[in-house]
């Protein structure tokens, strides 16, 4: 009988595709969808599953994208709604998916997931511009600077985060400051910025309707 990895690897399974939920794990052997076991859909009777829908399709990836950057229904419709006032209403919401706190801080290697990176952004251990800031969800703009509270605890943890996440380098369009721990938004990210393999037309559609 399979054993049972949790439901961020059921989550993982479902979509076809790692989300990176259990952090630096999912970047090891150790991770489920690595196993030959695990090469199928969930389920009993996954591989006898039918031809998806239209329907199911485009819903399959736009819930991919929500459990990717963790935000709930609620906060996915509300920048959908920001990103469709752009001509490229796709790359708009992926962009400004990519610019939110918590994913910021997790590319940035300062926590080992995005799960992890949000709850330090709430618990209050990072500065946006010198002030302290307790909401994941803030987009960050070109030329902002998120910093390391001046307390012993925060760099502990953002130490042994980091040691945890060495493998990971920020993107380009971020700069880390390697001494003082104080990153930069040099740039706003683009399309080629974004590493989920997703196609955001779908969503558009699936949310246009």
Known sequence: MARYTGPSCRLCRREGMKLYLKGTRCETAKCAMERQWRNQPPGQHGLSHGKPSEYAVRLREKQKLRRYYGVLERQF?????????????????????????????????????????????????????????TISSITVKSGDVIKLRDREAT??????????????????????????LEATVAALPTREDVSIQIDEQLIVEFCSR
């Open 77 to 133: 419709r509300r920048t959908f709604s920001e990103a469709a006032k752009e001509t490229n209403t796709g790359e708009a919401l992926l962009t400004l998916m990519e610019r939110r706190l918590d994913n910021v801080v997790y590319r940035l290697g300062f926590a080992p997931s995005r799960p992890a990176a949000r709850q330090m952004v709430c618990h209050g251990h990072f500065l946006l511009n010198g002030k302290r800031v």
């Open 155 to 180: 760099k502990k943890l953002v130490e042994a985060n980091r040691q945890l996440s060495s493998g990971r380098t920020p993107p380009q369009w971020l700069t880390l400051d390697e001494a003082t």
